[in-house]
């Protein structure tokens, strides 16, 4: 099983930027993708130099993934999608078909990100033909269908062909809009947003009018309220053949959160901690099946 | 410039053909559709019925088969591409890659349109849904401002139908995932947004709260009037402040665009809600086909009467209506 870091999905700072990719370059990640693929409009790091800092990166021995916009509006969105997509060397993940066809243009392999609608292994392979390499599951979807898809893709003859990535850490992706919650909090209109959405490292937590965190509101994304953890279920994606899985970046404790993914699945399995999951705002329903919300209940 | 109606049953089929749909969308009675409700849709017989009753006026039928399967499922919108194909229908709306794949190689004459929940909303995207499988129009999501739309229909290798008039949704269809979130349901996996079995309305001395699987999505006051819990559009809470943290109960009403969106070239005009009523339809339909006639015949000329916007705003969720995202200030 192999770790890896998804992309920043909140607006940081430059040198915060810099700092967190710094420090995980001695993390015992095997992966990391970066770039912007929220909003076109943040610039800490313009496309040309999210290459620039990808190719430092892959210096280390790591595996650097560019990762495009996912929402791509604008004709200066696809500019930024197409620089990415021609950097001429690093593996791109798509995060839009736009972008996998500027791949497929190339003939260059790709990785399927999470937003990519791969819901059956009928898709899953026609995508392969054209040069998918790896995929991140939909992260709505659950174990039974990941297992269904990766027996079909047997039968298929691609499964040895394609990586499997699951989102197994982290605030759930879960909607893009054309409209900005942020700004909208702030009551500032998207064109003039001034950037309010920098003054939330992990987004604006969203509760319901009981005080349940329900979303989070990040820009024009919107994300679980709660932060979803597959810990204890890393065993079982192995037995069914995830290859990787993939930590998304929170401002706080992360590097913790690398080390103890890396603890249990890489030394001592049986010591993951439950009991704290358990009384963490965790889920982890999408995977067994239910409402993505729903908490971790039994141990599995 | 064309208008495409929504079917739920056969008797909304009636309405929006008798009041001049240039096409009606209907869907099969299962999860293959994006308005999988309970005692919508129609069967093999109805829909053959539907059909003789449309292409008798002269107006087109597409079927819409465009949630996206999971492999426990295929075979069942394999075999709705197949029923679709042999009912004579004049296009499938389709947003799942796998499920155009089976139905460009297998009926290679059947039109094809990307649905909206195949979420391209950028002229690459386009050309991969054209290149793969000859998609010949696609409908685009509800994310694109005017001058988004313009640019697009220049560029474009396949005729583009937008929304006009109906539910709004906030988030780029497709790649919503916030009913699955709170209820397991998806209109992406199961053809439903915030369904009503997860709905509890519960009525407390601090007024009536509405409920999906648990979470309170709103609570009205006795004088407030009471909105389906669409997810999207609750009253939350941020930092304190208690509002409709992502959008309002309101409908998209893009009628007084109609001049820009013929100009732009845009083919078709399509209205949502299968899941309303033969009223809504006849009404909306109406209104529609007046507006598109006097747009086409006059469009330097055209505004939106009185008459129309009030009767659309009186079919609308809360009764209001907005230009959604093509207007810049609603962003």
Same mark, same amino acid.
């Given at each position: ?300 | ?103 460009? $190689? ?5 039109? %094809?349109? +990307?649905?909206? #929940?195949?979420?391209?909303?950028? *002229?690459? =995207?386009? !050309? ?119 959008? $309002? ?5 893009? %009628?007084? +665009?109609?001049? #820009?969106?013929?100009?732009?070239? *845009?083919? =078709?005009? !399509? ?61």
């Amino acid at each position: 099983m192999k770790l890896s870091l998804g992309p920043i999905l909140y607006f940081w700072a430059r040198h915060t930027i810099e700092d967190f990719y710094q420090q995980c370059l001695n993390s015992p990640l095997d992966i990391i993708y970066l770039g912007e693929t929220v909003c076109a409009k943040r610039r800490s790091l313009k496309p040309s130099e999210w290459i620039e800092l990808a190719r430092a990166l892959s210096e280390s021995g790591k595996q650097i993934v560019l990762s495009t916009l996912t929402l791509v509006e604008a004709g200066s969105d696809l500019s930024s999608v197409k620089q990415l997509c021609k950097n001429g060397e690093l593996l791109v993940e798509a995060n839009d078909f736009g972008a996998a066809q500027l791949m497929i243009e190339q003939q260059l392999p790709f990785v399927a990100g999470p937003s990519l609608n791969i819901y059956n292994a009928n898709t899953l392979k026609l995508l392969h033909q054209k040069g998918l390499i790896r995929w991140v599951m939909p992260v709505e979807l659950n174990a039974n269908t990941l297992a269904d898809i990766l027996s079909d893709a047997q039968a298929f003859g691609i499964a040895d062909h394609i990586e499997t990535e699951v989102f197994s850490y982290g605030r759930l992706p879960l909607a893009y809009s054309a409209r900005c919650f942020t700004a909208r909090y702030r009551n500032i209109p998207k064109d003039n947003c001034q950037f309010v959405c920098q003054n939330y490292p992990e987004g604006l937590p969203m509760h319901s009018q009981e005080g349940e965190a329900f979303f989070t509101i990040n820009g024009i994304q919107t994300q679980s309220g709660r932060v979803q953890n597959l810990l204890p279920h890393w065993l079982q994606m192995q037995q069914l053949g995830v290859d990787i899985m993939r930590l998304s970046p929170q401002s706080n404790q992360m590097q913790e959160v690398i080390q103890e993914f890396n603890n249990h699945i890489r030394k001592d399995s049986q010591s993951i901690d439950n009991q704290a999951i358990l009384d963490g705002e965790n889920c982890d329903g999408y995977w067994r099946g239910s409402a993505g919300m729903d908490k971790l209940k039994t141990l599995p | 410039m064309k208008l495409v109606c929504p079917a739920g049953n056969f008797p909304m089929l009636k309405a929006a053909v008798d009041h001049g749909a240039d096409a009606v969308y209907i869907g099969f009675k299962d999860d293959t559709n994006a308005r999988h409700f309970a005692g919508l849709n129609f069967n093999d017989g109805t829909s053959q019925k539907a059909i003789r009753y449309a292409h008798g006026k002269g107006c087109r039928v597409y079927v819409a088969i465009n949630t996206y399967p999971q492999p426990a499922g295929w075979a069942r919108w394999q075999k709705a591409v197949d029923v679709a194909a042999r009912l004579g229908i004049d296009a499938l709306i389709v947003a799942d890659s796998g499920v155009l794949a089976y139905a460009a $190689e297998t009926y290679p004459d059947l039109p %094809l349109h +990307l649905s909206v #929940q195949g979420s391209a909303t950028n *002229i690459e =995207a386009l !050309k991969f849904y054209h290149h793969q499988f000859g998609i010949k129009r696609a409908v685009i999501p509800r994310v694109l401002s005017m001058a988004q739309v313009k640019q697009l229909a220049e560029q474009s290798p396949v005729e583009l139908e937008v929304f006009g008039f109906g539910s709004l949704c906030v988030m780029v269809e497709g790649r919503c995932l916030l009913s699955s979130y709170a209820t397991g349901e998806s209109p992406n996996t199961c053809g439903a947004c915030s369904p009503a079995k997860a709905v509890r309305w519960v009525e407390t001395p601090n007024g009536t709260e509405a409920r999906l699987n648990g979470v309170l999505i709103d609570r009205f006051g006795s004088g407030e009037k009471a909105g389906y819990p669409v997810v999207c559009k609750g009253r939350y809470q941020v930092a304190g402040d208690t509002y409709h943290a992502l959008e $309002e109960p309101t409908s998209l009403n893009t %009628l007084e +665009l109609l001049p #820009q969106l013929q100009k732009a070239g *845009i083919k =078709a005009i !399509k209205i949502e809600g299968r899941q309303r009523s033969v009223a809504y339809v006849s009404k909306v339909v109406k209104v529609w086909r007046e507006a598109i006639d006097q747009c086409l015949n006059s469009p330097e000329t055209f505004t939106p009467r009185a008459e129309w916007m009030a009767a659309l705003a009186s079919v609308s969720e809360g009764t209001q209506t907005t230009l959604g995202a093509y207007n810049r200030p609603w962003q």
